[in-house]
């Protein structure tokens, strides 16, 4: 049996040198990881912030409507 385990941190730094210290601590943490699970990767990259969606997006049922920019095609039930 082949299992994974995955442990995912957001976080909010005000500048690369708050960044590198949350690297580093948690780089600490993946050693004793390392330690026990020798196969355990490390992982630490920077996420864009996604723009929150305006109002009026959302289709009547709240479903996003869809936008074609290759030329109009047909709806299909």
Do not use: C, W
Not at 30 to 51: D, I, L, M, S, T
């Amino acid at each position: 049996m082949r299992l994974r385990a995955s442990i995912t941190v957001d976080i909010d730094a005000a500048d690369y040198v708050e960044a590198a210290a949350h690297q580093r601590r948690l780089q600490e943490l993946y050693e004793a990881v390392a330690a026990a699970y020798p196969g355990a990767e490390f992982q630490f990259r920077e996420r864009r912030v996604r723009a929150a969606r305006r109002a009026g997006e959302a289709g009547s049922e709240g479903v996003t409507q869809l936008k074609h920019y290759t030329g109009k095609l047909n709806r299909y039930a």
